[in-house]
């Protein structure tokens, strides 16, 4: 049920922040530090934001939490090199979360 949906939500998003790789995606780009990155990415996604609309009641079920996360993945996919330290992070989450969501199936 949706209640023990938003459970499992609030253990993944803990266990991603816990990660050694989250460090570029815990808070939202500074769009203005970030040259490019507000004309690009048409949707900003962070973990942060994702906390606050999870704590706010805004994720329905579990698969409106989980396209938040990858949108946060397929942001930095677009916008970084692959090899770059924040291409490469963003690879590791990505691969981590689809374990452990996939996991609790
Ligand atoms: C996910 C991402 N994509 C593109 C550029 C930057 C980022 N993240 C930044 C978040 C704040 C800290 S940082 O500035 O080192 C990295």
Redesign the pocket.
């Known amino acids: 049920d949706s209640s023990s949906e938003l459970a499992v939500c609030h253990m993944l998003l803990a266990e991603l922040e816990a990660h050694r790789c989250a ?5 939202p ?2 769009h203005k ?2 040259p490019g ?1 507000k004309k690009v990415i048409k949707r900003p996604m962070d973990f942060s934001t994702i906390k606050e609309k999870l704590t706010s009641n805004h994720y329905l079920n579990l698969e409106t939490f989980i396209a938040d996360i990858n949108l946060v993945f397929d ?2 996919k677009k ?2 090199e692959d090899q770059s330290e ?1 291409g490469k992070a ?1 690879y590791n989450m990505k691969r981590f979360f689809n374990k452990r969501w996939t996991e609790l199936l």
């Open positions: 460090w570029p995606f815990l808070t780009v500074n530090a970030v990155y942001n930095c916008f970084n924040i963003g």
